[in-house]
């Protein structure tokens, strides 16, 4: 029996003093309505109402369980208003600065058709953890190393002027003894400025023999493709991003550094969206190669923990 309908019945046909009114309000017809009252009379083991030609009178048992009745109405009303209004609510996610305008556009569209109200938040990486794990967001895409991702986009190099080379080697920028003019630098995006990016360059730097100030992070990508344009110096990015700044992308000769992504979901954010159904875009948003068909929840990155 569906309890909730036949109370529904019940107080409309109270408060109609009939069946043919109570029938209406509860949006049913006569006969459904007496046979949902009769089930549950028949459920509570008593009769709620005397019944005559016109009229339907509340049996004293019938205006003890009123109030019950009526509760139960409203609680089941509550629980309809709120649910329709958590679908509403909008899934703040935060999202890398690398993601474009065109993408995020892409990514809240398609959300839009799976019944989410999907709303981005372009964040850098550490920041990104931190709003995740102090549940300032519903979930975030996470910067992780390649083998902890699912969605990975390669980086390069990338030139004002063609380099005339099919990779660039870091070994190409040590200054020689004969060499003039200002050392050429390799600049990071913030993106990037993570220590499973950072850390080999470093380290390769150092190993190559190039100066410290060789391998430096700006502040935003508009300051370092500024310093690229300038300079002649070198960007770290992915080729989309050195496409869209109208600059020339070539791999590295001694290493390829990988963006990596994970979805990390709050532990609390309620039922699971259905992000696991946006891969595809959103390894389009990050600029994954070939535009990947599908990517997953990784279960692991529930609760927030934070990546560096």
Do not use: K
């Not at 003890?64 to 509403?88: I, K, W």
């Not at 372009?122 to 390649?146: D, I, N």
């Not at 508009?222 to 344009?229: I, K, P, Q």
């Not at 969206?273 to 692991?300: D, K, N, Q």
């Amino acid at each position: 029996m569906d309890l909730v309908g036949a109370c529904r019945t019940f107080v409309a046909v109270s408060d109609h003093g009939g069946f043919t009114g109570g029938a209406a309000a509860a949006g049913v017809s006569q006969p459904v309505a007496s046979r949902r009252v009769a089930a549950l009379e028949d459920h509570l083991g008593e009769p709620l109402f005397e019944r005559s030609v016109r009229r339907a009178v509340l049996t004293p048992f019938g205006r003890e369980m009123l109030p019950y009745a009526r509760r139960l109405v409203e609680d089941a009303d509550g629980l309809l208003h709120e649910a329709a209004a958590a679908r509403r609510r909008p899934w703040r996610l935060a999202v890398p600065e690398t993601c474009t305008t065109g993408g995020l556009a892409r990514l809240v569209a398609r959300a839009r058709d799976l019944g989410m109200n999907l709303d981005p938040r372009p964040e850098r990486p550490a920041r990104r953890a931190e709003l995740l794990l102090a549940r300032r967001v519903r979930a975030a895409l996470l910067a992780v190393p390649e083998h902890e991702a699912v969605w990975a986009v390669p980086l390069g190099l990338a030139t004002a002027q063609d380099p005339g080379v099919r990779r660039i080697h870091l070994e190409t920028l040590r200054l020689g003894r004969t060499t003039r003019g200002p050392a050429r630098r390799v600049w990071l995006q913030p993106e990037d400025d993570v220590p499973h990016l950072r850390d080999p360059l470093t380290r390769l730097r150092d190993a190559l023999g190039l100066r410290p100030g060789q391998l430096a992070v700006a502040a935003d990508l508009t300051a370092a493709a500024a310093e690229v344009l300038a300079a002649c110096d070198l960007l770290l990015c992915s080729a989309p991003e050195a496409d869209r700044l109208g600059l020339h992308w070539r791999p590295l000769g001694e290493t390829t550094p990988v963006r990596g992504c994970l979805l990390g979901v709050a532990a609390d954010s309620g039922p699971e969206p259905p992000l696991s159904r946006l891969g595809a875009e959103i390894g389009r948003c990050l600029g994954v190669p070939g535009a990947e068909p599908e990517a997953v929840v990784t279960a692991a990155a529930r609760g927030g923990e934070g990546r560096g």
